[in-house]
């Protein structure tokens, strides 16, 4: 079965941080644009990161960027995304998502975790 475990969420206070994990179980990521989204309470979902896969360049969101680091580690198959210097704009529900196309295709990604809450708050 394709899909992604994920893990790392919770509660954390601001200026923390926070690593989220996906395990992805029945592909090799290594074939794949690897995506990040959120999605705030009554906002719609955003990209915030995006590896392309055609040469593992990464894309961020300008309200993340320096703050949030997208990285990968081939042989556990697992994609990660480290934050910090979280504020409580940041409270979401985080989504890694895969893409067979070299670049990532926004809500279009092939295979989406379930979603992992973050809330930042003191």
């Known amino acids: 079965q394709v899909q992604f475990v994920e893990s790392g969420g919770g509660l954390v206070q601001p200026g923390g941080s926070l690593r989220l994990s996906c395990a992805a179980s029945?592909?090799?990521?290594?074939?794949?644009?690897i995506g990040w989204f959120r999605q705030a309470p009554g906002a719609e979902r955003e990209e915030i990161s995006c590896?392309?896969?055609?040469?593992?360049?990464?894309y961020y969101r300008d309200s993340v960027k320096g703050r949030f680091t997208s990285s990968r580690d081939n042989l556990k198959n697992t994609v990660f995304l480290k934050m910090d210097s979280l504020n409580p704009e940041a409270t979401a529900v985080y989504y890694c998502?895969?893409?067979?196309?070299?670049?990532?295709?926004?809500?279009?990604?092939?295979?989406w975790g379930k979603g992992i809450l973050v809330n930042v708050s003191s």
């Open positions: 029945g592909f090799d990521l290594e074939g794949y644009a």
């Open positions: 998502a895969a893409d067979t196309g070299y670049y990532c295709s926004g809500p279009r990604m092939d295979v």
């Open positions: 590896t392309s896969r055609m040469d593992g360049s990464t």
